[in-house]
């Protein structure tokens, strides 16, 4: 990816440009010192002059309301502020009349910026003061005084709390009195441009010891680049959060968010004081100190999947190159490409206007329609349909173009979402809620109604990134998710009125990725590379996971890799300086659940016996107990020496019915309520009784018997037995009560248990339908 950049051979304003911004994302306003206000329409390469400011007013910062006010859309802005040296903010109208002059600071006014609703509007000065004032310009408070100048402000993504600098420091006040103010030291020298992204969280910090940083919102510092021949001037995020662009003298980088560079461009601009990225995230546009304004595309953009690579070459051309016979296809389009996505067999890309739909094999006849709203800011894709989101909402599509859904919320604000926060897959989509950060709402994607219940999944701490599994039933639909204490959760996307089992299966987990074929997740946690093959075991076996796992050596991959994607048996890492790191995971566990998906069971053992892996056969077992295949488990169980489990599911085959044989597979998986449950519905009301005194689950064992009028010498006797083996007595008063009077004779209850496996053997002889018939009649 680099940039592209063009100046004009002669500068149209005489002195330093000091602030530019977008309307449209083909139309820029520029101000100088030389009090000109200039339009900018890239379309037709014409220059206009809006206004001449009047001779005191020396333009600092400008910023354009948002586009969306109270829940309306407007195609562009309409007004902007401007702050100037004379300690005044103007309001002033696209066609550039001052609405309104305000007398803000003493000095001048350094910084203004609207909050991303466009309801209120943060000033700050050389007076050291931070401002905040209505949309109309009255004064709504003073949020902080201090002695030095405030040269840069920016509003956090929920606009509860500003970002400005002080010196060498960067402080964060929320907007509430008496909240936690939080302050750090983010450089050696003085702090000239900050911005704070509403997609990811991050900050990042530019300044005069000549280095730009990257922070999270907690004040940690994620990247710091080498120190810069001059001081970092300006600094600003693209919209959707996953690029930055660096000024400096003659310099402007363009980089990745964790930090590392992309580009390096040295056009002849003198210092770049201020930049502006367009709506669309395409371009953007840099105040040159020489009277320039350096406008910069990105290209040569690259998107991998298998054996393509798709690299855009130019504003509206992409070029697919197939590794395989080395052919080469060019792509055209009509509007400028703004986003795309190549995944399962297709490549999705939207322009301004349309969105292109091409198979990867045929690249002549793509599938085109147009877009509701221009700027598209999320592509993801599933197997069968993809996902668009953009300023008014989701909007689910086939890949043959027809819209399937359009899931709403609550709250939505589809401007923040990106890539971590929503996940697809063929049945389900799931997004995080920004306004409840421990909230997950799930949709049906047919349909995009909430799923099951309808109620969204909770979680008792915020939650950073969530991605759902791929392959599968619909009603084995898995979730992952990490939440800020980098804890790795996995949990069923169904759920039928009961709580929400919320498995923990990693810490100090920094990244994720489920695999595209096989529901195998993958993850960097605490410097390994760990791939789970089957997450599933922790609802089947907990104890039995860490066999399940293959890791890795981390190391080399350096501080905060990320997953970038996990095809087939591919792993694709990108670095912490931007270099990609290919690792290859065993292919046999992806064959093993390909095996069991088609109930292949002899397959699965024969492969296992030809892999000789332990943790292959682990993953069997898990896979054989879940699909209740207790013959195949048996095998794999002996395998990897589980000899007690063995011996279990050995007793389990004994059983003469088919509801106790069930029952007691779900108590091996610890689904104690559930094997209960199955019992009781079967009839069989002493085995519920015996798999409650067997797990010295005395309480509800005693009520089962109380309940049903049976039983309930034999768990008096049992309960006995239990006491006198450890020289007690009994002090629970329920069971002092029962036992009034009662006197325990083993043989009489002997006799009642062998008469009650006798009746049991009898039943499963004959037949479901007395089976159903003993059922209604208890």
């Not at 959707?240 to 310099?251: N, R």
């Not at 998986?669 to 798999?691: D, H, K, M, P």
């Amino acid at each position: 990816m680099r940039l592209k950049t063009s100046l004009l051979k002669e500068p149209k304003h005489k002195e330093l440009v000091s602030c530019v911004g977008w309307t449209t994302a083909d139309e820029l306003y520029s101000c100088s010192d030389d009090h000109q206000i200039m339009k900018w329409n890239l379309l037709t390469s014409e220059t206009t002059r809006v206004v001449k400011l009047p001779d005191e007013i020396y333009p600092i910062d400008l910023h354009w309301l948002p586009r969306s006010i109270g829940g309306k859309k407007q195609s562009q802005a309409e007004s902007f502020v401007l702050t100037s040296s004379d300690g005044k903010f103007h309001l002033i109208s696209k066609l550039g009349r001052v609405e309104k002059s305000v007398e803000a600071h003493c000095g001048a006014v350094l910084a203004g910026r609207w909050n991303y609703e466009g309801t209120a509007l943060v000033t700050v000065g050389e007076d050291g003061q931070v401002k905040i004032w209505s949309k109309s310009g009255m004064l709504r408070s003073t949020l902080a005084q201090q002695g030095t100048p405030v040269y840069s402000v920016a509003w956090g993504p929920d606009s509860e709390k500003v970002l400005y600098t002080s010196g060498k420091q960067l402080i964060i006040k929320p907007l509430q009195p008496n909240a936690k103010v939080l302050q750090w030291k983010a450089h050696d020298g003085l702090i000239l441009k900050t911005d704070w992204n509403s997609v990811n969280d991050l900050i990042l910090s530019g300044g005069e010891d000549c280095k730009y940083k990257v922070w999270d919102s907690f004040g940690r510092l994620l990247y710091s680049s080498q120190p810069h021949e001059y001081p970092i001037t300006s600094i600003a995020w693209a919209a959707d959060g996953e690029l930055f662009a660096v000024g400096s003298f003659h310099t402007l980088r363009l980089c990745d968010k964790t930090g590392w560079s992309y580009a390096l461009e040295k056009p002849n601009t003198g210092s770049i004081f201020n930049i502006s990225w367009s709506i669309d995230g395409t371009q953007l546009a840099g105040a040159c100190g020489n009277g320039h304004v350096i406008f910069a595309h990105v290209v040569e953009q690259r998107w991998e999947w298998k054996n393509f690579e798709i690299t855009l070459i130019k504003r509206r051309t992409m070029q697919v190159h197939n590794v395989l016979n080395d052919a080469v296809d060019l792509l055209e389009f009509r509007d400028r490409v703004i986003k795309a996505s190549l995944n399962y067999g297709h490549l999705v890309v939207s322009t301004s206007l349309q969105c292109y739909v091409f198979s990867t094999k045929n690249w002549n006849t793509p599938l085109i329609f147009d877009l509701k709203e221009g700027t598209v800011s999320l592509i993801l894709q599933a197997e069968r349909h993809f996902l668009l989101v953009d300023g008014g909402g989701l909007y689910l599509y086939s890949y043959e173009g027809r819209l399937i859904s359009s899931p709403k919320f609550p709250g939505m604000r589809t401007d923040i979402l990106n890539a971590q926060t929503v996940s697809l897959s063929n049945d389900t989509l799931a997004v995080k809620d920004k306004a409840d950060e421990k909230v997950i709402y799930i949709f049906e994607a047919l349909s995009g109604k909430p799923l099951g219940d309808g109620k969204p999944l909770t979680h008792k701490t915020e939650i950073v990134e969530i991605a759902l599994d791929q392959r599968g039933l619909t009603s084995e639909r898995k979730i992952a998710f990490i939440d800020k204490n980098r804890d790795l959760y996995i949990t069923s996307v169904k759920r039928f009125g009961k709580e929400q089992k919320i498995v923990k299966i990693g810490t100090m987990v920094q990244t994720l990725a489920w695999n595209d074929t096989s529901n195998i997740l993958c993850g960097i946690q605490d410097a390994r590379f760990t791939v789970w093959y089957y997450p599933n075991t922790v609802y089947v076996d907990k104890d039995l996971l860490p066999k399940t796992l293959y890791e890795k050596d981390a190391s080399e991959f350096s501080k905060n890799p990320q997953i970038v994607h996990f095809v087939g048996n591919q792993t694709t890492i990108r670095r912490a300086d931007g270099s990609l790191v290919h690792l290859s995971v065993s292919p046999y566990p992806a064959i093993l659940h390909e095996y069991v998906s088609g109930s292949k069971w002899e397959d699965a053992v024969r492969l296992c016996r030809f892999v000789k892996d332990q943790t292959l056969w682990a993953c069997l077992a898990a896979m054989a107990v879940a699909n209740k295949e207790m013959a195949t488990a048996e095998i794999a169980y002996a395998s990897i020496g589980e000899i007690d489990k063995v011996q279990y599911i050995n007793s389990i085959k004994d059983l003469p019915s088919k509801e106790s044989r069930m029952a007691h597979i779900l108590l091996f998986s610890g689904n104690t309520q559930e094997a209960e449950t199955l019992l009781l519905q079967a009839g069989l009301i002493y085995q519920a009784i015996q798999v409650n005194i067997n797990l010295y689950n005395w309480d509800r064992a005693l009520e089962l018997a109380v309940k049903h009028k049976t039983h309930v010498d034999t768990v008096l006797a049992y309960r006995q037995k239990f006491l006198e083996g450890f020289g007690k007595t009994e002090t629970n008063r329920r069971f002092l009560q029962y036992a009034e009077g009662l006197e325990v004779d083993w043989t009489k209850i002997q006799a009642k248990i062998e008469m009650e496996m006798a009746r049991e053997r009898e039943r499963a002889a004959a037949g479901p339908a007395v089976r159903a018939s003993v059922t209604v009649q208890q």
